[in-house]
């Protein structure tokens, strides 16, 4: 098992409960632990268009079995079965999910770098984490 660190944002519709269900769909993984939840924060949208509405973070450590690339896709079914749609870099998006931390892995591929590039530049990420880190 490793230790990952993930993050959750979301900014439309029922922010509370997308949040929740998300750790739900989480927590349902084949070999996927939720094993602590920091709370939940409201924050203005970072980039983005503007007047978007604030959004709600959080973050999550899992333990999970699965590799960096495999977690991501199942990461990428759960924000599509709650509804994402991609639309412009930064939008509103009813559910955002994020690897911020995989174990004491540096990955760098095309469609994830981890640590999270840009994690420590946000206040939304960084404050949740480092409660439950």
Same mark, same amino acid.
């Given at each position: 098992?490793?230790?990952?660190?993930?993050?959750?944002?979301? %900014?439309?519709?029922?922010?509370?409960? %997308?949040? +929740?269900?998300?750790?739900?769909?989480?927590?349902?993984?084949?070999?996927?632990?939720?094993?602590?939840?920091?709370?939940?924060?409201?924050?203005?949208?970072?980039?983005?268009?503007?007047?978007?509405?604030?959004?709600? %973070?959080?973050?999550?450590? #899992?333990?999970?079995?699965?590799?960096?690339?495999?977690?991501?896709?199942?990461?990428?079914?759960?924000?599509?079965?709650?509804?994402?749609?991609?639309?412009?870099?930064? +939008?509103?998006?009813?559910?955002?999910?994020?690897?911020?931390?995989?174990?004491?892995?540096?990955?760098?591929?095309? %469609?994830? #770098?981890?640590?999270?590039?840009?994690?420590?530049?946000?206040?939304?990420?960084?404050?949740?984490?480092?409660?439950?880190?």
């Amino acid at each position: 098992m490793v230790i990952c660190y993930l993050s959750l944002g979301s %900014n439309l519709g029922n922010r509370k409960k %997308n949040i +929740g269900q998300a750790i739900r769909k989480i927590n349902l993984l084949k070999d996927t632990k939720v094993l602590k939840q920091s709370s939940i924060v409201e924050t203005d949208p970072v980039g983005g268009p503007r007047n978007q509405p604030k959004f709600l %973070n959080a973050s999550l450590k #899992i333990s999970t079995i699965l590799s960096p690339l495999k977690l991501l896709k199942k990461l990428k079914i759960i924000e599509k079965e709650m509804g994402r749609v991609k639309s412009v870099r930064n +939008g509103p998006r009813v559910i955002d999910l994020d690897i911020l931390l995989y174990g004491d892995k540096v990955i760098s591929k095309k %469609n994830l #770098i981890v640590p999270h590039p840009r994690m420590f530049a946000r206040d939304f990420v960084v404050k949740p984490l480092t409660e439950i880190i």
